[in-house]
């Protein structure tokens, strides 16, 4: 059965400091990539996606991730982070099925402190 | 801009009731899915639809049943409404095989 990991529940981070958010996958076929993120009491917002061509894929917002097929890994970064980014961050795959569901993992919080 | 509403933002039910939850897209997307989400288990899916009057069960769909009687539609249904059946619940539709777009979130509470 397809999976998908944030190997950390909570990061904590001071502000302008680099981030990396971590996302491993378990497939054996191609798969679509992406990174959402949920402000307190609102819905998902989609921060970037990997459909297919350049392995690194920038979105909004300053962050950007890069696929690793070989490690089957889909990490997000940013190299200088603000109080707003405090959020929680979730990892989805798309198993290139005709349906678009996605898998998600179990989302990582991101704590920003000054 | 894609947009995605539910019907509520809050809603507390009593055990036994019958919960209504809608959601409506104005893109013309073809897929729409409900979703659940709880601390420390992220989303999982009930139902999803890729088609007026077409279902699917996700992972999770005891308890649930769902209505697509229209495209731009998608009704969650609680026929007996449980205490474990609180949580917040996501609504959000795509295009086939691309990013879905969520709406706000319900946080039903069943007491």
């Known amino acids: 059965a397809q999976s998908v990991t944030q190997l950390d529940s909570q990061v904590p981070v001071f502000e302008e400091a680099p981030v990396e958010l971590r996302c491993n996958y378990s497939s054996s076929v191609s798969v679509y990539l992406f990174w959402y993120v949920q402000y307190p009491n609102q819905g998902l917002q989609l921060l970037l996606k990997?459909?297919?061509?350049?392995?690194l894929v920038k979105g909004i917002n300053g962050f950007e991730a890069e696929f690793n097929k070989s490690q089957t890994s889909f990490h997000l970064r940013k190299p200088s982070v603000h109080i707003s980014d405090t959020a929680e961050y979730f990892c989805a795959v798309n198993m290139n099925s005709g349906y678009s569901t996605l898998t998600f993992g179990k989302g990582t919080m991101l704590l920003v402190s000054p | 801009d894609v947009k995605v509403t539910q019907s509520s933002r809050y809603l507390v039910k009593r055990t036994g009731e019958k919960v209504f939850l809608e959601c409506v897209q104005d893109m013309d997307h073809e897929n729409m899915f409900w979703y659940r989400q709880d601390p420390g288990l992220g989303l999982r899916l009930i139902y999803f639809?890729?088609?007026?009057?077409?279902?699917e069960k996700g992972d999770i769909p005891e308890g649930y049943s769902v209505s697509r009687e229209k495209k731009e539609r998608f009704s969650l249904i609680l026929e007996s409404a449980s205490t474990n059946q609180t949580s917040m619940y996501l609504c959000a539709s795509s295009r086939p095989r691309v990013e879905q777009y969520f709406g706000p979130g319900t946080r039903l509470t069943v007491t």
């Open positions: 639809s890729y088609d007026v009057k077409m279902k």
């Open positions: 990997y459909l297919s061509g350049s392995t």
